[in-house]
């Protein structure tokens, strides 16, 4: 249960959430865009270096899987200082937690959360005294909501 986050809006751009002392930022992806990954790095890049944020996670509606088009796999191979992409495509989505590395072969994990009965779960991030991320544990809820 999270009681204690409060809310910043930043700009149209991205979002700043604090969760007691740890600041996430929140970007969003939308299919369709122009310089998806540009965009989306240099946002990362700015709320990781400029925000002091330890988490940003990407709200993304590219899709899970496409050979075609930049998809949230893609996506997260192609980013810098994403941690988290959560998918919200309503019929391109995994019912399975994913992990991929990122350019500079850290972890970005990727969840989908779609209104079509699965349920998204936890993701569990613990950082250390230093706000650096400790450990990461995935609880996924694959069940339909009747």
Do not use: W
């Not at 965009?39 to 709200?59: F, G, H």
Request: proline content about 1%; glycine content about 6%; hydrophobic content about 40%.
């Amino acid at each position: 249960m999270v009681t204690d986050i409060n809310t910043t809006l930043t700009n149209e751009s991205y979002r700043i959430v604090y969760k007691g002392d740890i600041k996430v930022g929140v970007i969003k992806a939308l299919a369709g865009e122009k310089n998806t990954v540009q965009r989306i790095n240099t946002l990362s890049a700015y709320l990781k270096k400029e925000k002091d944020c330890q988490l940003v996670v990407c709200l993304s509606q590219l899709g899970f899987k496409n050979k075609v088009v930049l998809d949230d796999i893609k996506l997260a191979q192609q980013s810098t200082n994403v941690d988290v992409i959560i998918g919200g495509h309503l019929s391109n989505f995994s019912a399975y937690p994913f992990v991929a590395q990122n350019t500079n072969k850290a972890e970005v994990i990727i969840q989908s959360a779609t209104d079509n009965g699965f349920a998204l779960g936890n993701i569990e991030i613990e950082f250390d005294n230093t706000l650096a991320k400790k450990s990461i544990a995935i609880n996924n809820l694959l069940t339909r909501i009747a």
